[in-house]
């Protein structure tokens, strides 16, 4: 099982940037494929971004595609989410998840285990 605690939401104007991380519990990070989800009020929750156990592979929402890049630390049992060129319509919160998986894919997938969440909210 798996504990992860987001950390760096706020707010920003329009333009600007924030890098989100989520930090994870136990000795077995490398093991999971991790997700950071939005959800806006009176919205679909969305994956933005994923990211395989390696690392080497990912996937981005096409909204967000030369804005977001996802990156994980093994090491530091981390993953982050750097948001540029942040947008209105951006705004929402942001939770990361987990699935401990044998593959080294960032394809959808279903996932286990959510943090709480950050909010990120952008203004105009």
């Known amino acids: 099982q798996v504990q992860l605690v987001e950390s760096g939401g706020g707010l920003v104007q329009a333009g600007g940037s924030l890098r989100l991380s989520c930090a994870a519990s136990g000795r077995t990070f490398s093991r999971y494929a991790m997700g950071w989800f939005r959800q806006a009020p009176g919205k679909e929750r969305d994956l933005v971004a994923a990211i395989s156990r390696s690392g080497g592979n990912t996937y981005y929402l096409d909204s967000v595609k030369g804005r977001f890049t996802i990156s994980r630390d093994n090491g530091k049992n981390t993953v982050y989410l750097q948001m540029n060129s942040l947008k209105p319509e951006d705004t929402a919160v942001y939770c990361c998840?987990?699935?401990?998986?044998?593959?080294?894919?960032?394809?959808?997938?279903?996932?286990?285990?959510w943090g709480q969440g950050t909010q990120v909210t952008v203004s105009s």
């Open positions: 998840a987990a699935r401990s998986v044998l593959h080294d894919s960032a394809r959808p997938m279903s996932y286990d285990y």
